[in-house]
């Protein structure tokens, strides 16, 4: 824990944690090849990536509702249009593949071993759905026999943050929010799952960070990289 982390989680709880996929698991700039074919520059990932994380919200707020990988493969368009480049059905048709095939994140495996070993009870909640053969980002990353469920938002049809993302989980396990840890690389996420009743870990990856504002509630724990949160959550656990 830092300067940057709310008061630590009470020593034994929680016992499930609840694990973001998509920059918290996963590797999302295992894309930027694609970005810098179509753009000229492989920057254009991370602008597409916060558009898929606000018009995910936004339709949420808005009461409606599309999956997560549809939705990104017309942002790549949309992003055509301002950029003033042609997006090809090839290039949606790839943007479609790799969303299904990231990698994981190098310092995952050993955190998630680390986990497990020492009891914790892994989940996930992740804006992804499944593909048409019933298959998960996991899978195709090779982690989904680290976890015991994994769980889409495409259940409710609402993006994190929304609450019933996070109900989804706890009604489901049938177990009390404040039994549930959630693990994201996403400020916004562990905001979302807190106000829930959950308490919260940030994985800082390249390019988020804590956000300092005092009324806003800040995460339990905070590390750089999976190993380093495991660490902490074991110690609060003993």
């Known amino acids: 824990m830092n300067d940057d982390a709310a008061p630590?989680?009470?020593?034994?709880?929680?016992?499930?944690?609840?694990?973001?996929?998509?920059?918290?698991?996963?590797?999302?700039?295992?894309?930027?090849?694609?970005?810098?074919?179509?753009?000229?520059?492989?920057r254009v990932m991370r602008e597409w990536l916060g558009h898929l994380?606000?018009?995910?919200?936004?339709?949420?707020?808005?009461?409606l509702y599309e999956q997560f990988f549809t939705l990104g493969q017309g942002l790549l368009r949309m992003l055509g249009d301002i950029h003033g480049v042609t997006v090809t059905d090839a290039d949606i048709e790839q943007i479609r593949r790799a969303m299904l095939a990231?990698?994981?994140?190098?310092?995952v495996e050993a955190g998630l071993t680390r986990l497990a070993d020492a009891g914790f009870r892994l989940v996930t909640l992740t804006n992804s759905p499944f593909d048409a053969d019933g298959r998960s980002p996991l899978e195709h990353a090779g982690l989904a026999h680290h976890f015991e469920r994994q769980f889409s938002v495409d259940t409710v049809r609402a993006f994190k943050p929304a609450p019933r993302a996070y109900h989804l989980v706890t009604?489901?396990?049938?177990?009390?929010?404040?039994?549930?840890?959630?693990v994201a690389a996403h400020l916004w996420d562990t905001m979302g799952a807190q106000?829930?009743?959950?308490?919260?870990?940030l994985i800082t990856r390249p390019g988020h960070a804590p956000l300092p504002v005092e009324s806003l509630p800040r995460p339990n724990l905070v590390a750089p990289d999976l190993p380093g949160l495991a660490d902490q959550l074991i110690r609060f656990r003993r």
């Open 53 to 63: 994380f606000l018009y995910s919200m936004a339709i949420t707020a808005a009461g």
């Open 171 to 182: 009604q489901s396990l049938r177990v009390p929010p404040a039994s549930c840890f959630l």
């Open 8 to 42: 630590a989680i009470a020593a034994g709880e929680p016992s499930i944690l609840v694990f973001d996929v998509n920059e918290t698991l996963i590797d999302f700039e295992s894309m930027n090849p694609l970005f810098q074919r179509v753009f000229g520059d492989a």
């Open 102 to 107: 990231m990698p994981p994140h190098p310092d």
């Open 195 to 201: 106000s829930c009743g959950y308490t919260a870990g």
